[in-house]
């Protein structure tokens, strides 16, 4: 089964609390997705690693798209392998980086990933210490993306991205911003071009279902 949360931030009592969510139950078939801003990989420091060391315990896979608040050159620094039909950076033994514009199979499903967004908060954040340029999404990632999906005939089971759609972040009652216009209008194309079950987003830090095809997840899981 796949378990599908929101924003970690580095936090490990985030994570803890996932045990009051049923992840004790789970095993060797379940994937736990984290819609970006995963956050255990920002400092680079021995602090992290001993904790991604922990993650490795774990029966179950972990898997994250990127977000916004992501230390790129440090996640781009572990080994790129393909893994069930797209390309990772692989962490740990069980837990993955799904890299922009990739389509997984993962527990039968088909899945489309998406990370990065823009950092409204990068006026206070220092370049290369706590904010990098890699955060939004450059013209190779764009067409990989466009070509892996027209290889799976437009349709996927479910879509991962960190941030959303524009009209999906109206309707959260947000302005999207001129700034990751590319990209959320990217997002508004497979929005109507691309078939998919469900879409699935962090990056807004709520728990909302909308029009009951996208989900925004923050504490909430989604076990599907
Ligand atoms: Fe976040």
């Known amino acids: 089964m796949l378990h599908i949360t929101g924003d970690t931030h580095g936090d490990r009592d985030r994570l803890k609390k996932l045990e009051e969510q049923g992840e004790s139950e789970w095993g060797e078939n379940d994937t736990l997705i984290i819609c970006g801003d995963f956050g255990f990989i920002f400092a680079n420091s021995d602090y992290e690693r001993e904790f991604l060391d922990e993650l490795e315990k774990k029966p179950y896979t972990i898997c994250f798209c990127d977000g916004n608040h992501e230390n790129f050159p440090a996640i781009y620094s572990f080994p790129k392998e393909n893994w069930n039909g797209g390309r990772v950076h692989r962490i740990r033994k069980n837990v993955f980086h799904l890299m922009r514009g990739q389509v997984f199979t993962i527990d039968g499903k088909k899945i489309f990933t998406m990370g990065g967004a823009y950092s409204r908060d990068k006026y206070m954040r220092f370049e290369n210490l706590s904010w990098w340029k890699e955060e939004l999404p450059n013209d190779a990632e764009y067409k990989e993306a466009i070509s892996n999906l027209r290889e799976n ?9 960190h941030t959303a759609p524009r009209y999906i972040i109206r309707m959260l009652g947000k302005e999207p911003s001129l700034r990751d216009m590319e990209l959320t209008g990217f997002f508004d194309w497979i929005r109507h071009d691309v ?14 279902d909308i029009e009951g095809k996208f989900s925004a997840v923050y504490y909430s899981v989604k076990n599907v």
């Open 153 to 161: 005939g437009n349709r996927v089971d479910y879509v991962i991205t």
């Open 195 to 208: 078939q998919f079950e469900h879409w699935f987003f962090g990056h807004w830090h709520t728990d909302r």
